[in-house]
């Protein structure tokens, strides 16, 4: 029997700031491809169209219109907020989909975009409730200069006013820049805080961690950062930590999934799994079985197919919510020992996802505060 060619474009960048996170991405989505191929229980053959922006930021929009041309409906990709609001109005004009599965800073809910990476109120949050308990409630805030650095920060901030706590300083670095990275770690060390909530990404926050790491190490101090937007696909540009102890928060970890680990290792290699790989891994899965049921990839009958129900993937069942277009998710929250990062809490139930934190009651941080009455956050400029 002839397999009807089904066609899909993947749009992750090899190259610049997020090139782990692209690669990492890149490789669960074609391992996603190659067994569905395999199996042969579809019906269908996927057949992926790729386009590798290479880290130019207007490039996404190019490698969109090039696969939208050439008559993909469905794109899978981009790491960056930028990269996916510059690509909805095509995406819009062409009636496709694009399946972001990329954790993100929320705020942002749109019809021709399904969302399968981690919202805020899906990992920033139960790991800061995790940290506030473990180390207590004085903060110093790290970011790029964007989006995902100020939302983040943003919340944050709330959560340690309602908590009682404390910002004790908070700097912003420009994207993929190290310039400075001294005189931030100096001004940190001043006054240590209880925990840094670090929002860089690429090399500056490898950079900062390992500025961080050495200084950590003279002074004698064991600092917990918070990093939740760092993945194991990541660690080989960190190398070994000796005086942090590094936390992370995401709906997948090796030891979360560990048949589904095994299986890729033996298939692929002793390779660095990371949610970005999953989530790249998820997202074909969910549009497989979505295909399939439907006959055809109409993207709105996709999406009506999947908002009826929860689909088993490799992390479990996931269900679209029709409000948002958002998964629920599972929350792990990880800890770096060694090379590898070994889960210390996970949360009893997949999350919804808030995007825009209307549905999400901060009042509980309420009862890590002292005084709930008398705020105590400083931010220092």
Known sequence: MTLEDVPIGLLWSSKGTYECLGRSSLAGARHAIDRINRSGRYGFRLCAREYDPRGGAEAYRDGAAALLEQGVRHIFGASTSASRKDIIPDLQQHGALL???????????????????????????????????????????????????????????????????????????????????????????????????????????????????????????????LSYDLTEAELEKIGPLEALSLLTAGPFFEESAPEFTRRQYAGHGQMRLSHFYTGAHVSIELFAEARAACGNDDPGQLLAWLYERPVATSIGAIQLCSRNNHGALPCHIAELAGNRFRIVHTEPHPIEADPYLTQTDLRTFESLSVDSTRPRLRIVK
């Open 99 to 225: 399946w972001y599965s990329c954790s993100y800073e929320g705020f942002e809910s749109n019809e021709n975009v399904v969302y399968l990476g981690a919202t805020p109120n899906q990992a920033l949050l139960p790991l800061l409730r995790y940290a506030l308990h473990a180390y207590g409630k004085t903060a110093f805030l790290i970011g790029s200069n964007y989006v995902w650095g100020w939302e983040s920060n943003r919340i944050t901030r709330e959560v340690l006013r309602i908590s009682g706590g404390e910002v004790l300083g908070e700097r912003y670095l420009h994207l993929g820049s190290t310039t400075g990275i001294d005189e931030l770690v100096d001004a940190l060390l001043v006054r240590p805080p209880a925990f840094v909530l670090n929002n860089l990404v690429g090399e500056s926050s490898y950079a900062f961690l390992q500025t961080l790491d050495a200084a950590s190490q003279r002074l004698g101090l064991r600092l917990p950062v």
